[in-house]
């Protein structure tokens, strides 16, 4: 008789985006003359940039003939995209990174939930709390995170780092010594950064108690402050403690198109084993490449004319974080994020909790962001706008929320 892998049942529901759905829809059912303006959104609004575009349609052109069909692609992702990635990404931070420490996948929310795999099931996580949460539920899946305690909101065996105004939103280390270290930044959805320095300290402290880092590089093309670092590994040592993983889906708009990379240096060992090895050995076992013709678009994003096109995509979305940021601030909310990603960060006013405060702003404004507390129990009493949606809709949608009469 089969059993099932009953972790899952573990799993507590994924309430948020689904309560967020029926809300709207029942707000909406019962107001249909109101237009509801969604500012809640992680996704992308913008299309394709040309030069990506073009380098599409040179690809599918390509498999149409004999001479430049292409079938599985290498195991790692092909050279070309893999070396652009290293120049692009690396080399321009000095970062010592070689092509074949490279994996290239279809995105990284595969590849941050699936890095657990190749750690035994003994080691403990540590995650920011509020937090993405796939790094916790992929652990929760592979039964690494104890027993869920409804009143607090946590695992019994996570380790959780609070980032809140109180810390400025930078993660104290832990009070227990973790194995496996989540980090995100810029991050989601807190909008927070760390400098170098705060960085080089997790990384320091990473290899002293002998830690993974698994760093999220999700959000680094919206970096626009000098003092934050783009990747781990421009610190010092990360080399022998760091993961990282990236993806193309808010830096060139590939949340439909699926691409994303995953970094494992070599110098990364438990003993005499590579993690690399394990990685690589897991890669090629279960997954088997990213398209070819994604990946050539993926090699456009770092040409000359893609990359121009790109940075005036990120300083869309950023102009629009940054009405909002400015405008919340007019309104007099206490607000952060917002100036190296994508995402606003707000402190309900009044003590709302945060599900108080997402009925009050579609009741008020017809507007619709994210509570934090669908992020984690730190979450409670903030809120997420994003800077992905139109500039029109951000514009009306601000103007909406200044103008609730208190
Ligand atoms: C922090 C973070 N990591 C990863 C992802 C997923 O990236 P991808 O589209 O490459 O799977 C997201 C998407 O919202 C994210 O917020």
């Keep these: 008789m089969f059993k099932i892998n009953d972790n899952y049942l573990k799993l507590q529901g994924s309430y948020l985006f689904a309560t967020i759905a029926k809300k709207v829809a029942a707000y909406q059912e019962a107001n249909p003359d109101k237009t509801i303006i969604r500012l809640g959104i992680g996704d992308v609004t913008q299309p394709i940039a040309p030069a990506i575009i073009d380098a599409l349609h040179g690809a599918v052109d390509d498999m149409g003939k004999p001479e430049t069909f292409h079938g599985y692609a290498p195991d790692l992702g092909y050279e070309f995209l893999r070396n652009a990635i290293v120049k692009g990404d690396y080399e321009s931070r000095g970062a010592n990174i070689s092509a074949d420490e490279i994996f290239v996948s279809d995105g990284a929310k595969s590849d941050c939930s699936n890095i657990q795999e190749i750690f035994s099931l003994d080691n403990k996580i540590a995650v920011c709390d509020p937090v993405y949460p796939v790094y916790v539920d992929s652990n929760v899946m592979a039964g690494r995170t104890g027993e869920y305690n409804l009143a607090t909101e946590k695992w019994s065996e996570v380790i959780y780092m609070p980032c809140t105004m109180e810390n400025n939103f930078v993660p104290e280390f832990p009070k227990e010594t973790p194995d496996l270290i989540y980090l995100c930044y810029p991050n989601n959805p807190t909008g927070s950064t760390l400098t170098k320095t705060q960085l080089q300290a997790f990384v320091d402290y990473a290899n002293k108690v002998g830690a993974i880092i698994l760093y ?117 909310y206490r607000v952060s994020g917002g100036v190296n990603a994508p995402y606003v960060w707000l402190k309900t006013p009044e003590n709302m909790t945060s599900w108080e405060f997402f009925d009050y702003l579609l009741d008020k404004a017809n507007v619709v962001g994210t509570p934090g507390s669908g992020f984690g129990p730190s979450g409670e009493g903030y809120f997420r706008l994003t800077g992905f949606g139109t500039y029109e809709n951000t514009v009306k949608a601000i103007e909406r929320i200044k103008n609730i009469k208190k």
């Design 216 to 332: 999220d590089a999700a959000y680094e093309a919206y970096i626009s402050e000098e003092d934050v670092p783009h990747t781990i590994y421009e610190c010092e040592g990360a080399r022998t403690c760091a993961i990282e993983f990236k993806s193309f889906s808010k830096n060139a708009g590939f949340t439909g198109v699926r691409l994303g990379y995953t970094v494992v240096p070599k110098d990364l060992k438990s003993g005499e084993t590579m993690l690399h090895s394990l990685w690589a050995r897991r890669h090629g076992t279960k997954f088997n490449g990213a398209p070819y013709i994604i990946q050539k678009a993926g090699e456009a994003v770092y040409s000359k004319e893609g990359k121009k096109q790109l940075t005036e995509q990120i300083a869309y979305y950023m102009n629009n974080a940054k009405i909002i940021k400015n405008g919340l601030k007019e309104a007099g």
